[in-house]
Each structure stands twice: as C-alpha cells, then as structure tokens.
C-alpha cells in the first residue's frame, strides 16, 4: 500500500477532527476536508478533492447523522449516507485504494437480545438507519478495497454530543431524566480514529488480503445504557468539580423521538480483533478521558 496522503472527509465533526489529529501526532501526510470543500449534496466536489489530493487511502467520515431530522429530509440524509459514499468507494475502486467507511449500530432494531454480529440481518427503523445500510450496500457493492466500520454513541471532548449535553444541563438543572431501557456502548471519536489509523498502519505493513474487505463493528469495550452512561459522566465530572445532579432513571416511553431508537444495539466486535488485531478501550476509560479534556477546554474558554 502507497504512503500517499491520507483523504479525510467531515473533517470539522467529531471523527473527522480527531482522524485529522491522529494523522498529525502520528506524522502521517492527510489532507483533511469539511463540508465547505467537500460536499456530498455537491457530487463534483467529491471528484475535485479527491485529484487534489491524490490520496493512497480514504477514511469516510463525514454523513448525516442527525436521527430525527432524516424523517423529513429524506433525500438529503441518502445524499450523505449513500449516494457520496458511493462516489468514493467507485473513486477508490478507479484508484485501486483503500475506503475505510464509518457506518452505525442503527441499521440493526435492536430486538436479538445479545451483542450483533456482522452477518446478522438489519432491519433499520428509521430513514437515518436505512441510508446508513443502504451506503453500506452501495460500498460493498462497489469494486473498491473497502473497510465498512460499524460503531456506535460516538462522543468527543468538542462537538455537540450527548456527554456535553448532559455537563451544560447538569449545570442548570438539579435533576436529569435519562433513558434507562435502552442499551448500547458509548465510543470515544479518539478511540474509533486510532483504531482506524491502526488499521491503515497495518495494511501498509502486511498488504492487502482479500479478508480485510467487508464489514467489522467498532466500539469502545463493554456496554451500557444512557442512563449508565449519564452516570459515568458525573462520576467523572463530579471528580473535576463539576455539580453532580441526580440522574433519574425512565423509560423509552417517557421520552418519545420522531424516531424508534433500538432497544439493545451492542455490537459484538471480535471480528475485528479478530482480522486486524485491533480492540478499543473500554467505554468506561474512554469517558473518563474524554470528560476530562472536555472540561480542560471549557475551562480554558472560560478564562481566556
């Protein structure tokens, strides 16, 4: 595999940012494009980038991501989650490189009582699920070298995600209501770029096999609900003197989405520990990481 640049898309979101991050410490040559360079609502901008950059290696991030809003933008959240998606992989298959793309827990219902697995059949219950699954289809189907990553509950220390929402509420409000039948595994974006750049650094050391293609799940270790999760970010929080609210525990039913979210979406993720030899940390390290960095800027932006 060339040591040409590495192409990285949504680079102004959470993974994007922290891919562009880990190819920086690592002293790996990327190119890294936000929406305003690289848009898939704006097919030749695809095309443009990717001969600017002339990149040996693709690492997907960018995609809709916003669950409810996929309801009634229907057409926008398949631009993002299928139809760009398919211009890079048919771009790599030209090019004869890699395509790691980032897919999500959300294509399965969370209905099989037990951690997924690759081969399990998906069944989205929502439009932002169904894009995802069908980006997934049109990737594979491609001729590309591709790398499909399924993950899930991503959070970082910038960006709006659910752990920042719970610190900005947990300063306002004494009590929180969190979802508590709903289970799944928080991951760090920090977490999920390594791993994805562990990859690329080992394809590039042993080459590509025809086994590396197709699907892998891609979490932090261990699972949780969103009120476990809620809780954990207190714990970590309250250490760093942050107020500690209580976290009251409901139901799915308690707090209606536009958008049925799976019950039980943990991913079983031995497959890729399996090919790759990678396994991310586990979810409770990670937040207690990620927390922590998050409270370092706040409190930098606070003084500055």
Same mark, same amino acid.
């Given at each position: 595999?060339?040591?040409?640049?590495?192409?990285?898309?949504?680079?102004?979101?959470?993974?994007?940012?922290?891919?562009?991050? !880990?190819?920086?410490?690592?002293?790996?040559?990327?190119?890294?494009?936000?929406?305003?360079?690289?848009?898939?609502?704006?097919? /030749?901008?695809?095309?443009?980038?990717?001969?600017?950059?002339?990149?040996?290696?693709?690492?997907?991030?960018?995609?809709?991501?916003?669950?409810?809003?996929?309801?009634?933008?229907?057409?926008?959240?398949?631009?993002?989650?299928?139809?760009?998606?398919?211009?890079?992989?048919?771009?790599?298959?030209?090019?004869?490189?890699?395509?790691?793309?980032?897919?999500?827990?959300?294509?399965?219902?969370?209905?099989?009582?037990?951690?997924?697995?690759?081969? &399990?059949?998906?069944?989205?219950?929502?439009?932002?699920?169904?894009?995802?699954?069908?980006?997934?289809?049109?990737?594979? /189907?491609?001729?590309?070298?591709?790398?499909?990553?399924?993950?899930?509950?991503?959070?970082?220390?910038? !960006?709006?995600?659910?752990?920042?929402?719970?610190?900005?509420?947990?300063?306002?409000?004494?009590?929180?209501?969190?979802?508590?039948?709903?289970?799944?595994?928080?991951?760090?974006?920090? &977490?999920?770029?390594?791993?994805?750049?562990?990859?690329?650094?080992?394809?590039?050391?042993? !080459?590509?096999?025809?086994?590396?293609?197709?699907?892998?799940?891609?979490?932090?270790?261990?699972?949780?609900?969103?009120? !476990?999760?809620?809780?954990?970010?207190?714990?970590?929080?309250?250490?760093?003197?942050?107020?500690?609210?209580?976290?009251?525990?409901?139901?799915?039913?308690?707090?209606?989405?536009?958008?049925?979210?799976?019950?039980?979406?943990?991913? &079983?993720?031995?497959?890729?520990?399996?090919?790759?030899?990678?396994?991310?940390?586990?979810?409770?390290?990670?937040?207690?990481?990620?927390?922590?960095?998050?409270?370092?800027?706040?409190?930098?932006?606070?003084?500055?």
């Amino acid at each position: 595999m060339a040591d040409g640049p590495i192409l990285i898309t949504g680079a102004t979101g959470q993974l994007g940012a922290a891919l562009a991050a !880990g190819a920086a410490t690592a002293g790996l040559p990327y190119a890294a494009f936000n929406r305003s360079a690289l848009d898939f609502d704006r097919p /030749e901008t695809i095309e443009r980038c990717f001969a600017a950059a002339e990149p040996s290696i693709v690492l997907n991030a960018a995609a809709w991501t916003a669950v409810d809003a996929a309801e009634s933008n229907v057409e926008a959240a398949y631009r993002a989650n299928r139809d760009g998606p398919a211009i890079l992989a048919a771009l790599c298959a030209r090019a004869e490189i890699l395509l790691i793309h980032v897919s999500t827990d959300y294509v399965f219902d969370g209905s099989k009582g037990a951690p997924y697995v690759e081969t &399990d059949a998906v069944a989205p219950l929502g439009m932002y699920g169904a894009s995802k699954e069908a980006g997934e289809r049109a990737v594979l /189907e491609s001729d590309a070298r591709a790398i499909i990553l399924r993950t899930a509950w991503v959070f970082s220390a910038g !960006g709006r995600n659910f752990a920042r929402t719970m610190i900005e509420a947990g300063r306002k409000r004494p009590q929180l209501r969190v979802v508590a039948d709903q289970r799944g595994t928080p991951t760090a974006a920090v &977490d999920l770029a390594a791993a994805m750049l562990q990859i690329v650094a080992t394809l590039r050391q042993r !080459g590509w096999h025809h086994t590396d293609r197709g699907i892998f799940h891609a979490t932090n270790t261990g699972a949780t609900t969103w009120h !476990g999760f809620a809780e954990q970010i207190f714990e970590v929080a309250g250490e760093l003197g942050e107020a500690h609210p209580e976290i009251l525990p409901i139901t799915t039913a308690d707090w209606p989405t536009p958008v049925r979210r799976p019950a039980d979406s943990r991913l &079983d993720c031995g497959k890729l520990a399996r090919q790759f030899g990678v396994t991310l940390p586990d979810w409770r390290d990670a937040t207690h990481r990620v927390i922590t960095s998050m409270l370092a800027i706040h409190s930098l932006r606070k003084t500055a």
